[in-house]
Nanobody, 124 residues
Framework: QVQLVESGGGLVQAGGSLRLSCAAS????????MGWFRQAPGKESEFVAT???????YYADSVKGRFTISRDNAKNTVYLQMLSLKPEDTAVYYC??????????????????WGQGTQVTVSS
């Protein structure tokens, strides 16, 4: 089974940057689309960004122009580069894998595997 591990979260001041990574611990199901979601306390999970196997991307309006999703297929790793961070970006960030490798999906139900999450805190 695919297992995903996120890293790179932390505490940063507004305007700062962080780069999140998500690595698959298993070598099976390497041909998949990937997405990032986030959830703040008391709020619903929110779509952030997605990238399919061929490299097509899609972003939530709230992060367009600030966040960049990328992938290294050989390493089974996906990244989320976050620039110009705002306090409203504070959340636990989760990566997820979609076995439909051509998909560009914004709904949680489309993704079969999930990481444990990494905390991002942006102070004002």
């Amino acid at each position: 089974q695919v297992q995903l591990v996120e890293s790179g979260g932390g505490l940063v001041q507004a305007g700062g940057s962080l780069r999140l990574s998500c690595a698959a611990s298993e070598r099976t199901y390497s041909r998949y689309a990937m997405g990032w979601f986030r959830q703040a306390p008391g709020k619903e999970s929110e779509f952030v960004a997605t990238i399919n196997w061929s490299g097509s991307t899609y972003y939530a309006d709230s992060v367009k122009g600030r966040f960049t999703i990328s992938r290294d297929n050989a390493k089974n790793t996906v990244y989320l580069q976050m620039l110009s961070l705002k306090p409203e970006d504070t959340a636990v960030y989760y990566c997820a894998a979609d076995l439909n490798w051509m998909a560009i999906a914004t709904m949680k139900v489309a993704y079969e595997y999930w990481g444990q999450g990494t905390q991002v805190t942006v102070s004002s």
